[in-house]
């Protein structure tokens, strides 16, 4: 089965860089922001740039801003494009200050969130296990998932990348069933905001043993239509070559979707 490519833009909580602003009052609202991270103003220009950009129809995109642009990114973006929260807690709406819960998600017709992103398992402490939890309970509950996965340059000199990534997958299967509304995104941390883009050899080599994981500890129909994307210092040069490999089935991007360049990163395939 052919699988759709796939491709997420990670704005993390950072601002957009280089984007035309067609206004005289969006130029003055923009510099007003400039030296601020993650503003509503920049939000509103990115999404305005790809609601004006001609985008290849046969990729699925998804935005992932900052929580507290999500319901305004919902409302300004074309319909075709998803939206996808950083995080999401793994409980039912409760007392648990400072979280967002999966059905306040839904509620705000936000389908997608991104988790074990790797700066969340390194500087927010979430393990395999806590990455897997809140994974099994966002699927169960009706959100779509970009799990993220990889080694750092350690695990990778000491050539323990597969072995890194298979625990972290192992921790998943523990908890997971449907293999359907998730989309593995194999990010080596090494790599993430760092300008130092894994090979294309390197990248396919670690794509095709996730496939094989996929064939021999999930099954066959999972192997061959579960999306594995590659992230880690994508932009639109190297994009093209990457794109070509045969397990590599999209992008998640981190500094170059705050970009209008995201949109040739979409666009790599035509
Ligand atoms: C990311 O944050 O997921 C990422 C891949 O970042 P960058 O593209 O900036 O390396």
Redesign the pocket.
């Known amino acids: 089965m052919a699988r759709k490519f796939f491709v997420g833009g990670?704005f993390?909580i950072r601002k957009q860089e280089g984007l035309h602003d067609p206004t005289p009052e969006r130029h003055a609202e923009k510099n007003h922001n400039t030296h601020r991270n993650g503003t509503s103003a920049s939000v509103k220009s990115i999404v305005e740039n790809l609601n004006n950009a001609t985008l290849d129809p046969s990729v699925e995109v998804v935005i992932s801003p900052p929580a507290l642009y999500l319901i305004l990114t919902r409302e300004l973006l074309k319909g075709e494009i998803g939206v996808a929260a950083q995080n999401v807690f793994d409980k039912p709406n409760g007392a648990f200050t400072g979280e967002i819960s999966v059905s306040q998600l839904i509620d705000s017709k936000i389908d997608w969130t991104i988790l074990g992103?790797s700066?969340r398992r390194t500087i927010l402490g979430e393990s395999d296990t806590t990455v897997a939890s809140k994974t099994a309970y966002a699927i169960a509950n009706g959100l779509s998932v970009m799990w993220?996965c990889g080694e750092s340059l350690e695990e990778r000199e000491a050539d323990k990348t597969v072995e890194v990534v298979t625990k972290q997958l192992d921790a998943l299967k523990a908890e997971i069933s449907d293999w359907s509304k998730i989309v593995i995104?194999y990010?080596p941390i090494w790599?993430?905001?760092?300008g130092k883009v894994a090979t294309t050899q390197q990248a396919q080599d670690v794509h095709a043993a996730i496939r094989n994981w996929l064939k021999t500890a999930v099954s066959d129909k999972a192997a061959d239509e579960t999306r594995i994307l590659y992230?880690?210092?994508?932009n639109e040069k190297n994009c093209g070559e990457l794109s070509k490999q045969p397990d590599i089935d999209g992008f998640?991007?981190?500094?170059?979707?705050l970009k209008p360049a995201f949109v040739d990163i979409i666009n790599c395939q035509q």
Do not use: D, Q, R, Y
């Open positions: 990670n993390k992103h700066e993220c995104a990010e790599a993430i905001g760092t992230g880690g210092s994508v998640l991007v981190g500094g170059a979707s």
